[in-house]
């Protein structure tokens, strides 16, 4: 099982952009389907996209698409969450989830990351 590290979270102002990248350890990371989830302050947890083992199937949802993209690079364990145009309701933790392939989003989550904070200025 892998374990999963995210950083690239902090402060922007609306507009701005930022990547959040989430590093595997473990030798099955590209066995791996991964996701992106984000939970807003007093709000659930939802689900932002996902992106096949190999990443060649990717997509996001609605909220985010034309905005957010999802890549890995699977010599490097890690995948990246790149965000444009950021709004302040995209304020909220994000989390990377690891699952045994895509079908299994967003229940079947097998390894989370510990979050990273994203804050949205107006």
């Known amino acids: 099982q892998v374990q999963l590290v995210e950083s690239g979270g902090g402060l922007v102002q609306a507009g701005g952009s930022l990547r959040l990248s989430c590093a595997a350890s473990?030798?099955?990371?590209?066995?791996?389907?991964m996701g992106w989830f984000r939970q807003a302050p007093g709000k659930e947890r939802e689900f932002v996209g996902h992106?096949?083992?190999?990443?060649?199937?990717?997509h996001v949802v609605d909220s985010v698409k034309g905005r957010f993209t999802i890549s890995r690079l699977n010599a490097k364990n890690t995948v990246y969450l790149q965000m444009n145009s950021l709004k302040p309701e995209d304020t909220a933790v994000y989390y990377c989830a690891a699952a045994p392939s895509l079908f299994a989003f967003p229940t079947g989550v097998e390894v989370w990351g510990q979050g990273t904070l994203v804050t949205v200025s107006s």
């Open positions: 992106i096949s083992w190999n990443g060649g199937i990717t």
């Open positions: 473990g030798r099955t990371f590209s066995s791996y389907a």
